[in-house]
C-alpha cells in the first residue's frame, strides 16, 4: 500500500511503553512563552491517563504533539517505542469539535469511514470490510439510525460519539482525546464511559485532557495535573485550586 | 426547434459548443471544492494573475496556452506557500498578487497597438476556438476530473477534517497545493471560453447552485456538471440570435440556474420543515 505518511513504523517492539514523554518543551511561533515547559510522561500500555489543567496550560498542545501536528522545540517523545507520527493508523486524535467543518457535505457513515483511510493510503478505495467496521463502530456509538444524516444534523454528544465511532473504526491503540466530555448530554457521557473501560479491557491506551475532576481517582490509572505548561504533582495542584 | 438546432449547423458553433461544455464542466466539478472550501476569492485571484503570462507570450509569439499555464502554476504554488507562513494574512496576500500581476498585464497590454486580441483575453472569444485549442482544453477536462476521481477519498477528507488528515499523515497543505495547481488548469482553459474577467463565475456559480440542491457531495459535483453544460450551450445561442457577447450570456444563464436553484432549495426546505 502508498501510506500517506511514507515513514516507516517498528510495529513490534515488546514491552514498549504506549508513550513516553522526556523533558518536553514546546513554542507556537510568534509567542515568546512555552507552551510546555519539560514535561515527562510515562504512559504504559493499557492504561488510561487524564491530563487536567485550567485552559492554556497545555494540555491540548501535549495531546497534539503527541498525534504528530506539532514540533518538540526540546526533549523526545516516542510512540510505543518509535517517533511521533511513525505510526500514524495505530494513533487516533479526537480534536475538539471546533477543528471540523460540520457544515461539509458528508454523511455520519463517511466521516466514520475516514477512520479507515490510515489503513488504506493513496488510490485504495474502502473495501467490505471497511465498510463492515464502520458499521460496527456506528451501532456501538448507538448512531446507527443516525448513519445517513449530513454530520451537521447531529447534536454536540452525537458529533463527540461520531468522532470516537472513527477513533474505534481506525481500530487504533493508543486514543488522544482532547476534552471529550465538554458539553454534551448524559446518554453519551454514559456511552464514552462505557467505551473508554471496554477499551482499556482489550489493552488499548487512553490519554485524555479533562476538566472533570470529581471522579478522578478510580477512573484513571494515572493523573497528571499541567499548569502553566509545567506538569504539578497531584498534592500540590488540589492544595492550589482549594 | 430549428432556433435550437439551426445555430449549431454551422462548424464554428459546433466548436464553440464543445470547447463550452468541456471547460463548464471542468470548473463546475472543480467548483464544488472551490465553493465549500470558500476559495472563491482565490479562483477570481487566479484567472486575473494569469493575464501577464499571456500577453508575454503573446508578445514573444508563444503559444498562448504555455504563457497562461506557467503564470497559473506559478500563482498556485505562489499562494500555497504565502498561505502557509502567517506574517500577511491570505486574502490581503492574494490581493497584492492578484492586482499587482493583473496591472502588470494591462501594463504590458499598453505597450503594444492592437487592442483586438486583448479584448479576447479579457472577455473571451469562444466562437472563435481552434481545434488546436479544443484538444488542449480536452486535455485539461481530461487531467482535472481524473485527477478528482482518483483523489476523491483524500480531497474531501483534506476538506472537511484537516486535522485527521494530518494525524494518518495526509498533509493538508498538499492536497491544497494540488487543488491549487488543478484551479489554474482549469481557469487557462476558461479563459479562452470567457475572458479573465468572468471565469471565475464558472468556478463559482454552477457549484454554488448545486449545493443549493443537495446535501451529497459525488451529487452535487453532477448537478454542478450538468447546470455548467446547460449554460454554455444556452448562452451560445442567445449569444448566437441576439449578437451578444458569449462570455457574458453563457456566465448570465448560469446566475439564471443559480437562482432557480436558490428558490427551489428555498421552497424544499420550507416544505420539510
Known sequence: ?242 | MNWLIDPFRYSFMQSAALAGVLVGVTCAVLGVYVVLRRMAFIGDALSHTILPGLVIAYLQNMNLFIGAIVAGMLTALGIGWLSRRREIREDTAIGILFTGMFALGVLLISTVHSFRDFTHMLFGYILGVTNGQLIVIAVIAAIVVSALAILHKEFELASFDPTHAEVIGLSADRIRTILLLLMALSVVGAIQAVGVVLTSALLVVPAAAASMLTQRLPAMMVIAAVIAAFSALVGLLISFHYDVASGATIVLTCIACFLISWLVGGLRRRVAA
Request: hydrophobic share 40%.
Open chain 1, 1 to 242: 500500500m502508498l501510506r500517506y505518511g511514507g515513514r516507516s513504523c517498528i510495529s513490534a517492539i515488546p514491552n514498549a511503553p504506549a508513550l513516553e514523554a522526556r523533558c518536553v518543551s514546546a513554542r507556537y511561533p510568534g509567542v515568546d512563552r512555552l507552551a510546555l515547559d519539560c514535561v515527562d510522561l510515562l504512559v504504559p500500555a493499557g492504561q488510561r491517563v487524564a491530563l487536567v489543567g485550567p485552559n492554556g496550560a497545555g494540555k491540548s498542545t501535549f495531546l497534539k504533539i503527541a498525534a504528530g501536528l506539532l514540533k518538540i522545540q526540546s526533549g523526545t517523545m516516542s510512540i510505543y517505542g518509535s517517533a511521533t507520527a511513525a505510526c500514524d493508523h495505530r494513533v487516533a486524535y479526537l480534536a475538539q469539535r471546533g477543528e471540523i467543518d460540520w457544515h461539509f457535505p458528508v454523511s455520519v457513515r463517511k466521516l466514520v469511514l475516514t477512520g479507515r483511510y490510515a489503513h488504506l493510503g493513496w488510490l485504495r478505495r474502502p473495501g467490505r470490510g471497511d465498510w463492515d467496521a464502520t458499521d460496527a463502530a456506528l451501532r456501538r456509538m448507538r448512531l446507527d439510525a443516525l448513519a445517513e444524516r449530513q454530520i451537521g444534523e447531529l447534536s454536540g454528544g452525537q458529533q463527540q460519539r461520531a468522532l470516537l465511532a472513527r477513533a474505534l473504526a481506525q481500530d487504533a491503540d493508543l486514543l488522544l482525546l482532547d476534552e471529550p466530555l465538554n458539553a454534551v448530554d448524559a446518554e453519551t457521557r454514559a456511552i464514552v464511559s462505557e467505551t473508554l473501560r471496554q477499551l482499556q479491557e482489550q489493552g488499548k491506551t487512553a490519554i485524555i485532557a479533562t476538566h472533570d475532576v470529581d471522579r478522578l481517582s478510580h477512573e484513571y490509572d494515572q493523573v497528571v495535573f499541567l499548569i502553566d505548561g509545567k506538569s504539578v504533582p497531584w498534592t500540590e495542584a488540589t492544595k492550589d485550586s482549594s
